[in-house]
């Protein structure tokens, strides 16, 4: 099946600092990317919807100017957490479609962020 | 709005019991049904799906049948290996809903030897 990777697969940075997350769908090209965040032994929450070269639709509750998110290209979205706190540290998985319709939606193995 | 209605976890089997975790939903229209399941320190992973009713989705010895009369997607597995051990989440996705994935609260499975 589909392939999407996230990188990193895990990061710990300082209180403050930005961080990069990038979501890359390998075989196929990804019409529509979506972030999503999951706590501890919870399910996953949607965070926001990007289309390819359009802004991302973020769900309510979301911070908009927290949470950057760039559609640049049909195989890459990247969300960047800036000026990260504690409170920031989260699973973040991506998943990607090729449509807006009923195709599949694959997951990435998600990243892992740790903010001291 | 739509919901996806899942078993508590965790629930712990000994290795070769049978598996059933309960789904259930609430949707308009035609929803499809999956189950995913996310291994520990891993995404999701797509396990079957059902497009519509009466359906069976099955794989890995694991199956579902979308039962509209009843609004579920119970996921069974006849007998369970320590490899099974993971978090399952149902979820569906709607026309209604802009085809955006809703999910249960994912149900921790531990087989144990």
Request: aromatic letters at 10%.
């Given at each position: 099946?589909?392939?999407?990777?996230q990188h990193p697969s895990r990061v710990i940075c300082k209180s403050g600092t930005s961080v990069k997350i990038e979501c890359?769908?390998?075989?196929?090209?990804?019409?529509?990317?979506?972030w999503?965040r999951q706590f501890p032994?919870?399910?996953?929450m949607?965070m926001a919807?990007?289309?390819?070269?359009?802004?991302a639709?973020y769900?309510?509750g979301v911070e908009k100017d927290k949470f950057l998110i760039n559609?640049?290209?049909?195989?890459?979205s990247t969300l960047t957490v800036t000026s990260a706190h504690p409170e920031d540290s989260s699973f973040y998985i991506c998943?990607?479609?090729?449509?807006?319709?009923?195709?599949?939606?694959?997951?990435?193995?998600g990243t892992r962020l740790l903010v001291l | 709005?739509?919901?996806?209605?899942?078993?508590?976890?965790?629930?712990?089997?000994?290795?070769?019991?049978?598996?059933?975790?309960?789904?259930?939903?609430?949707?308009?229209?035609?929803?499809?049904?999956?189950?995913?399941?996310?291994?520990?320190?891993?995404?999701?992973?797509?396990?079957?799906?059902?497009?519509?009713?009466?359906?069976?989705?099955?794989?890995?010895?694991?199956?579902?049948?979308?039962?509209?009369?009843?609004?579920?997607?119970?996921?069974?597995?006849?007998?369970?290996?320590?490899?099974?051990?993971?978090?399952?989440?149902?979820?569906?996705?709607?026309?209604?809903?802009?085809?955006?994935?809703?999910?249960?609260?994912?149900?921790?499975?531990?087989?144990?030897?």
């Amino acid at each position: 099946g589909a392939v999407v990777s996230q990188h990193p697969s895990r990061v710990i940075c300082k209180s403050g600092t930005s961080v990069k997350i990038e979501c890359r769908s390998l075989d196929f090209q990804a019409t529509t990317m979506f972030w999503y965040r999951q706590f501890p032994k919870q399910s996953l929450m949607l965070m926001a919807t990007s289309n390819e070269g359009s802004k991302a639709t973020y769900e309510q509750g979301v911070e908009k100017d927290k949470f950057l998110i760039n559609h640049a290209s049909l195989t890459l979205s990247t969300l960047t957490v800036t000026s990260a706190h504690p409170e920031d540290s989260s699973f973040y998985i991506c998943s990607a479609r090729t449509g807006q319709g009923k195709e599949t939606q694959y997951f990435g193995p998600g990243t892992r962020l740790l903010v001291l | 709005g739509n919901s996806v209605t899942q078993m508590e976890g965790p629930v712990t089997l000994s290795e070769e019991a049978f598996l059933t975790i309960n789904c259930t939903y609430t949707a308009t229209g035609y929803p499809s049904l999956f189950w995913y399941v996310q291994y520990p320190g891993e995404g999701l992973q797509l396990l079957l799906k059902a497009t519509k009713a009466d359906d069976k989705g099955s794989n890995k010895g694991f199956e579902a049948t979308y039962r509209k009369e009843t609004t579920s997607f119970h996921l069974e597995k006849g007998s369970v290996q320590v490899s099974d051990s993971a978090v399952y989440f149902c979820a569906l996705r709607s026309g209604n809903a802009g085809n955006m994935l809703t999910f249960g609260g994912g149900t921790r499975l531990m087989v144990k030897p």
